[in-house]
C-alpha cells in the first residue's frame, strides 16, 4: 500500500469509468459511438484514476491527468458530432469521470502538499484559471449537446465559436462604436473628472458635504431610466452611450478617491507639516500615493459599470452597429448564437480590461503590503 496514495476524485472517476463500461452492455454511450470506441474512452478515465493514485510525483500525474481527463472529454464530445441528444447513461458517467480527474488535475497544479520549482508555481497562477474555464466549456458542450437542448434556448460553445468566426465583421464594427468609442471614452471622463473633483473636495470641505449626498442620489437611479434621457440630451450616436458612462463611473472614483486621501495617518501628515510642506506638497507627496489602492479600486469598478452601461444604453436608441443593438435585435430573430458571441466578446473585452487595470496597479502600489511575499 505504500505505493498507493488513495484521493477521492480518482477514487470517484474510477467507479464512474467502471460503471460507464457496465452501463455498454444495455445502451451505448452514444448513437454513432460503437462499443470498442465506447470502451477506449472508458479505459483512459478508469487508467487515468488508476494512475493517479499511484505515488508517481506531481508532474507525472499532472501529465496523466491532463491526458486522460481532456482526452476522454474530446473523444467523447466527438461521438457526438452527428449524433445531437443520444447520450445514453454510460456517456454522463465517462463525463463525469473526466471532470473528477479534471479537478484532481486542479488540486494537484494548486498544490495538495506537494510543490512544484518556483518558475512552474508562477506558471500554474495562470494554468489553473485557464483549466477551470475549459471545463467550464466542456461541461456546457456535453450538457447541451448529450441532453439535446434546442439552440434557441442554449446553444453550445462550438456553434457561438463558429458564429464569431463567421461574423469577424460585424463584431469588429461593434466593438469599435461599443467599446472604442462611448466606453473608453465616457470611462476616462468619468474618472478623470471624479477624480479632480476629490481632490477639491477635500481641499474645500463645503464640495464633500454637497456632492456626498447628491452621489449616494444619483448612485441609486436606474440606469434603464438615465439612457433614455442621455439619448434625448445627446442623440443616438456614442455620445449619449458615453454620458451615460460618465455618470456610472463618476461617482464612484469621487467616493473612492476621498476615502483614500483620508487613509493617510495623522502622524505622517504632523510629520510633512514639521518639514514645513503646504497642502499641495503633502497631497502629492504623501496622501495621493496612500489613496492609490483606493483609486485602482474605482477604477476596476468603473471598468465592469462602464462596459454595462454603454451596451444598456444602446438598447434604448443607437445607430445599426454596438453591442447592445445587436443584442437586442438578435434576440427578436431568434439568432442566439450571436447574442452570445456579443456576450462572449464583452467578457473577454471587460476581463482584459480588468486584467490591464490589475497589472498596472500592481506596478503603482508594488509598495503595499498584500504585495508582500
Known amino acids: 500500500m505504500a505505493m498507493f496514495a488513495p484521493n477521492w476524485q480518482a477514487i470517484a472517476a474510477l467507479i464512474a469509468g467502471l460503471l460507464s463500461l457496465v452501463s455498454l452492455a444495455t445502451t451505448p454511450f452514444t448513437a454513432t459511438m460503437g462499443s470498442t470506441g465506447s470502451s477506449i474512452v472508458a479505459l483512459v478515465v478508469i487508467a487515468g484514476a488508476l494512475i493517479s493514485m499511484l505515488r508517481t510525483g506531481p508532474k507525472i500525474e499532472t501529465l496523466v491527468l491532463t491526458a486522460s481527463s481532456f482526452g476522454a472529454a474530446a473523444l467523447m464530445l466527438s461521438g457526438l458530432a452527428e449524433a445531437f441528444g443520444t447520450a445514453g447513461s454510460g456517456y454522463w458517467a465517462v463525463i463525469t469521470g473526466a471532470w473528477l480527474l479534471g479537478w484532481r488535475l486542479v488540486t ?11 518558475g512552474i508555481d508562477n506558471l500554474i497562477t495562470i494554468i489553473v484559471p485557464a483549466i477551470f474555464g475549459v471545463w467550464i466549456l466542456i461541461l456546457w458542450e456535453a450538457i447541451t449537446r448529450g441532453a439535446g437542448i434546442p439552440f434557441v434556448l442554449l446553444p453550445p460553445p462550438s456553434a457561438i465559436g463558429a458564429r464569431i468566426l463567421i461574423s469577424t465583421n460585424i463584431l469588429t ?15 476616462v471622463i468619468g474618472s478623470l473628472s471624479g477624480f479632480l473633483v476629490a481632490v477639491l ?22 440606469m434603464i431610466g438615465v439612457a433614455p434621457i442621455m439619448v434625448i440630451w445627446f442623440g443616438f450616436d456614442w455620445h449619449s452611450k458615453a454620458a451615460v458612462v460618465v455618470v456610472m463611473t463618476f461617482f464612484p472614483m469621487l467616493v473612492n478617491t476621498l476615502a483614500g486621501l483620508q487613509a493617510t495617518g495623522h502622524m505622517e501628515r504632523d510629520l510633512m507639516r514639521t518639514y514645513g510642506a503646504n497642502h499641495w506638497q503633502v497631497l502629492l507627496k504623501l496622501r495621493l500615493q496612500d489613496a492609490m489602492p483606493f483609486i485602482f479600486n474605482a477604477l476596476k469598478i468603473n471598468s465592469t459599470l462602464a462596459l454595462i452601461g454603454a451596451i444598456v444604453a444602446e438598447f434604448f436608441g ?53 504585495y508582500r511575499q
Do not use: C
Open 108 to 118: 494537484v497544479l494548486s498544490g495538495d502538499g506537494q510543490s512544484f520549482s518556483t
Open 201 to 222: 473636495a477635500d481641499r474645500y470641505k463645503f464640495f464633500a458635504s454637497g456632492l456626498l449626498p447628491i452621489g449616494n442620489m444619483v448612485s441609486a437611479l436606474p
Open 318 to 370: 443607437t445607430p445599426v452597429v454596438g453591442m447592445g443593438f445587436r443584442i437586442s435585435t438578435e434576440v427578436g430573430r431568434m439568432n442566439l448564437d450571436m447574442v452570445w458571441a456579443e456576450i462572449a466578446m464583452a467578457a473577454v473585452v471587460g476581463s482584459l480590461f480588468y486584467g490591464l487595470l490589475a497589472l498596472a496597479e500592481r506596478f503603482v502600489t508594488f509598495w503595499h503590503p498584500s
Open 173 to 187: 464594427a461593434d466593438f469599435v462604436q461599443t467599446v472604442l468609442k462611448a466606453v473608453l471614452i465616457g470611462y
